[in-house]
């Protein structure tokens, strides 16, 4: 990782933790963490809490630890666990041995939760879930208790313990904590701590037959991990009370909550229960099909971890949430591939071209720089022979006043290679064209003409005989909407996904150079996109996926940012 990148710019966290190192606090220890829950893959919004918790522990000289928040075994399996860690280590991160679950302290929890009861501070519920809820109240209306709220600590310490034994039916009890049926925030009106959930456990297996809470299980651990600052999402915030009364009812260490507004990108939806959604629907193929969001599905579009930090770097860290546009993001990944990758010439939708004065059977090897960008990459042999394929877009019988490309009778370059001039269309039954002839001039080749006569086009091409034939997967956004999460029932979201996010073609033809290309490699298709190798290849038959088109979003970039400037 850069300097750069290792120091974002400051933000209001920063502060916060200055302050604290200067006064002493924690020991002067900069400790954070981050805590996914494995039920599901990791997304771009993820990024930014990785970055961030990862960077400000290395900028501050502290540690950061991951762990696993495996509270839920219903919707949690090992297979997502291993994806996230997979995805942090590939944005660049490492957690060392510092790698936990919330399963590691099930019997603290527990222990805990017997603290509190006998303290008064938590009782046995026998209301059902619909039940709680409606004597939850609600914003306007505050909340009623519960007619179990008075039983001694005997008794729940008793009806608890049965709990843990299995004695009774799943939903059939819960431990709540004793707070505050008036509060007006929801959360403190006696929130369960405890359910009954039979339900395999990845790690503990049968183990247990109760679970914590997110909200209990998550500040708990924060607690006896020793975590410092304790960074997450403004949807937490109104929590922040109910963690805060957990650790003074325990008296255990109290880490420090900060929020920040998460990742909203245009375009794009990063609920995992939605995203999830999209796959068992089967609107997409996968968890990393290149159209979604999350880190899996845009690692193996081709985007580099390098580009995300540097995205999840520009858009810094505020408190007040706002939606990014996916511009920049697509901008990062552009600006970093153009400096690294290896440009080479392919051909989506080939046109044949036939160069009639070529001498048949005469191969050439012309030289072709890899990127213009890095000197030191150095040149390649592009073979070049009598018959070559353009774009079917390159050629207009009837072009407008506009077209500049090839057309009858009209002379363009050949990028690398010669000028050719159009000197006959040939046609199929159905009137489609089938091929071009041309001719060409050698005194051209690799160059301008020695007469001073200009073309206004250059066009990529790929020699017939040495073409590579591949497939390439086009991918544009998934959904249709700015915001796809704007309906009026959140099932409707579905309605705005976009019907032409994927557009296979299969009869490319490529450089030769491309057939050992690895699953992974990332290459610039010369005036076409930069594209990476799909692990779906074969030997011989690589599939590409296209990860950013080299169209220029600079302005909007610069817009965005003077807009973000702006909001500070």
Same mark, same amino acid.
């Given at each position: 990782?850069?300097?750069?990148?290792?120091?974002?710019?400051?933000?209001?966290?920063?502060?916060?933790?200055?302050?604290?190192?200067?006064?002493?606090?924690?020991?002067?220890?900069?400790?954070?963490?981050?805590?996914?829950?494995?039920?599901?893959?990791?997304?771009?919004?993820?990024?930014?809490?990785?970055?961030?918790?990862?960077?400000?522990?290395?900028?501050?000289?502290?540690?950061?630890?991951?762990?696993?928040?495996?509270?839920?075994?219903?919707?949690?399996?090992?297979?997502?666990?291993?994806?996230?860690?997979?995805?942090?280590?590939?944005?660049?991160?490492?957690?060392?041995?510092?790698?936990?679950?919330?399963?590691?302290?099930?019997?603290?929890?527990?222990?805990?939760?017997?603290?509190?009861?006998?303290?008064?501070?938590?009782?046995?519920?026998?209301?059902?879930?619909?039940?709680?809820?409606?004597?939850?109240?609600?914003?306007?209306?505050? +909340?009623?208790?519960?007619?179990?709220?008075?039983?001694?600590?005997?008794?729940?310490?008793?009806?608890?313990?049965?709990?843990?034994?299995?004695?009774?039916?799943?939903?059939?009890?819960?431990?709540?904590?004793?707070?505050?049926?008036?509060?007006?925030?929801?959360?403190?009106?006696?929130?369960?701590?405890?359910?009954?959930?039979?339900?395999?456990?990845?790690?503990?297996?049968?183990?247990?037959?109760?679970?914590?809470?997110?909200?209990?299980?998550?500040?708990?651990?924060?607690?006896?991990?020793?975590?410092?600052?304790?960074?997450?999402?403004?949807?937490?915030?109104?929590?922040?009370?109910?963690?805060?009364?957990?650790?003074?009812?325990?008296?255990?260490?109290?880490?420090?909550?900060?929020?920040?507004?998460?990742?909203?990108?245009?375009?794009?939806?990063?609920?995992?229960?939605?995203?999830?959604?999209?796959?068992?629907?089967?609107?997409?193929?996968?968890?990393?099909?290149?159209?979604?969001?999350?880190?899996?599905?845009?690692?193996?579009?081709?985007?580099?971890?390098?580009?995300?930090?540097?995205?999840?770097?520009?858009?810094?860290?505020?408190?007040?949430?706002?939606?990014?546009?996916?511009?920049?993001?697509?901008?990062?990944?552009?600006?970093?591939?153009?400096?690294?990758?290896?440009?080479?010439?392919?051909?989506?939708?080939?046109?044949?071209?036939?160069?009639?004065?070529?001498?048949?059977?005469?191969?050439?090897?012309?030289?072709?720089?890899?990127?213009?960008?890095?000197? +030191?990459?150095?040149?390649?042999?592009?073979?070049?022979?009598?018959?070559?394929?353009?774009?079917?877009?390159?050629?207009?019988?009837?072009?407008?006043?506009?077209?500049?490309?090839?057309?009858?009778?009209?002379?363009?370059?050949?990028?690398?290679?010669?000028?050719?001039?159009?000197?006959?269309?040939?046609?199929?039954?159905? +009137?489609?064209?089938?091929?071009?002839?041309?001719?060409?001039?050698?005194?051209?080749?690799?160059?301008?003409?020695?007469?001073?006569?200009?073309?206004?086009?250059?066009?990529?091409?790929?020699?017939? +005989?040495?073409?590579?034939?591949?497939?390439?997967?086009?991918?544009?956004?998934?959904?249709?909407?700015?915001?796809?999460?704007?309906?009026?029932?959140?099932?409707?979201?579905?309605?705005?996904?976009?019907?032409?996010?994927?557009?296979?073609?299969?009869?490319?033809?490529?450089?030769?150079?491309?057939?050992?290309?690895?699953?992974?490699?990332?290459?610039?298709?010369?005036?076409?996109?930069?594209?990476?190798?799909?692990?779906?290849?074969?030997?011989?038959?690589?599939?590409?996926?296209?990860?950013?088109?080299?169209?220029?979003?600079?302005?909007?970039?610069?817009?965005?940012?003077?807009?973000?400037?702006?909001?500070?």
């Amino acid at each position: 990782m850069s300097d750069s990148e290792s120091k974002a710019p400051t933000n209001f966290i920063k502060q916060i933790i200055e302050e604290d190192l200067r006064s002493g606090k924690n020991d002067s220890r900069v400790h954070t963490r981050f805590p996914p829950e494995p039920n599901g893959y990791l997304h771009i919004g993820h990024a930014k809490s990785i970055c961030l918790n990862f960077g400000i522990a290395s900028e501050f000289g502290g540690l950061c630890n991951l762990r696993f928040d495996d509270t839920n075994p219903g919707k949690e399996e090992q297979e997502y666990v291993d994806s996230i860690k997979t995805d942090v280590r590939w944005l660049g991160f490492d957690w060392s041995e510092r790698e936990y679950y919330a399963s590691d302290y099930f019997q603290q929890l527990y222990d805990y939760a017997l603290q509190l009861i006998r303290g008064g501070k938590a009782y046995v519920c026998d209301l059902s879930a619909d039940e709680i809820r409606e004597y939850r109240g609600t914003l306007t209306e505050t +909340g009623r208790e519960s007619p179990c709220r008075s039983r001694s600590a005997e008794e729940n310490l008793d009806l608890f313990q049965r709990m843990r034994d299995g004695e009774f039916e799943d939903g059939s009890r819960t431990l709540r904590a004793k707070i505050d049926m008036a509060s007006g925030n929801i959360n403190m009106r006696d929130p369960v701590i405890y359910r009954i959930q039979r339900a395999y456990h990845h790690r503990t297996g049968d183990a247990w037959c109760i679970y914590p809470m997110y909200d209990y299980a998550h500040c708990v651990s924060d607690s006896l991990e020793r975590i410092t600052h304790s960074l997450c999402t403004l949807e937490f915030e109104d929590h922040r009370p109910l963690y805060d009364w957990f650790l003074e009812q325990l008296g255990i260490f109290h880490s420090r909550q900060i929020e920040f507004a998460r990742l909203n990108l245009s375009y794009t939806v990063v609920s995992k229960r939605k995203l999830l959604k999209l796959v068992k629907g089967g609107h997409v193929r996968g968890w990393d099909d290149p159209r979604m969001p999350t880190l899996s599905g845009i690692r193996r579009r081709g985007y580099p971890p390098e580009a995300i930090r540097d995205f999840c770097n520009r858009i810094g860290v505020a408190k007040a949430g706002s939606t990014v546009d996916i511009s920049l993001l697509e901008f990062c990944v552009r600006d970093y591939l153009n400096k690294c990758v290896r440009r080479v010439m392919a051909v989506l939708r080939p046109l044949k071209v036939v160069i009639t004065n070529y001498p048949e059977g005469r191969e050439e090897k012309l030289d072709a720089v890899n990127n213009p960008e890095d000197p +030191g990459a150095g040149t390649r042999k592009v073979p070049f022979s009598r018959v070559i394929y353009i774009e079917r877009d390159d050629f207009m019988e009837d072009p407008p006043k506009k077209y500049f490309r090839l057309a009858p009778g009209r002379e363009v370059r050949l990028r690398y290679a010669y000028f050719i001039t159009c000197t006959n269309v040939v046609k199929d039954r159905e +009137g489609e064209i089938s091929e071009l002839h041309c001719t060409y001039d050698p005194a051209t080749r690799g160059g301008d003409a020695p007469d001073g006569r200009k073309v206004k086009a250059t066009l990529h091409w790929v020699s017939a +005989g040495h073409a590579v034939d591949a497939e390439v997967r086009l991918y544009e956004s998934l959904f249709t909407q700015e915001d796809p999460e704007d309906v009026a029932d959140e099932g409707d979201f579905l309605s705005n996904l976009n019907p032409g996010s994927l557009q296979v073609l299969l009869s490319c033809k490529a450089e030769p150079c491309l057939r050992e290309a690895d699953a992974g490699d990332r290459f610039q298709f010369e005036r076409l996109g930069y594209f990476c190798v799909d692990p779906d290849s074969r030997d011989g038959a690589p599939v590409f996926n296209r990860t950013v088109t080299l169209k220029d979003t600079w302005a909007k970039v610069q817009k965005w940012e003077h807009q973000k400037e702006r909001s500070r």
